[in-house]
């Protein structure tokens, strides 16, 4: 399984995302700012990124661009909950800066899951027929 660091101002989104992660064996450290996830990434680095894409200090825009600075493969998946147009514009910025795939607010636990696998795949969509080789 993997380790999993989720980024979000909100503590009720944090409980959540954590509880369906650690329920399928994922370990989970989650930060209430871009600022204390960023420090936990370079101290003892995750194999995914979660991070919301409105916060108040530093959104997530600037984080997912300092994450990919410094750690290039990350794999990162962005959540946005904003209005539609924002939600659009940010999910679409969020793609740009490097987010490997992106969720919108309010999503389900399987299709957090569903993130995670494409995230850790390379890229290649979850539950499709075609078979990847090696």
Known sequence: MSRIL???????????IRAVLESVGHEVFDAGDADVGI???HINPFDIAIVDLVMPKK????????LKQDFPDLPIIAISGGGAIVKK??????????????LEK?????????????????????????????
């Open 89 to 102: 514009n940010f999910i679409q910025a969020a793609e740009a800066f490097g987010a490997t795939t992106t």
């Open 39 to 41: 420090s936990q990434q």
């Open 106 to 134: 309010p999503f389900g636990g399987d299709e957090l899951l569903n993130a995670i696998s494409f995230a850790v795949s390379d890229g290649v969509k979850p539950n499709t027929s075609t078979s990847a080789s090696a």
């Open 59 to 66: 959104e997530g825009l600037e984080t997912i661009h300092e």
């Open 6 to 16: 989720v980024i979000d101002d909100d503590k009720f989104v944090r409980a959540s």
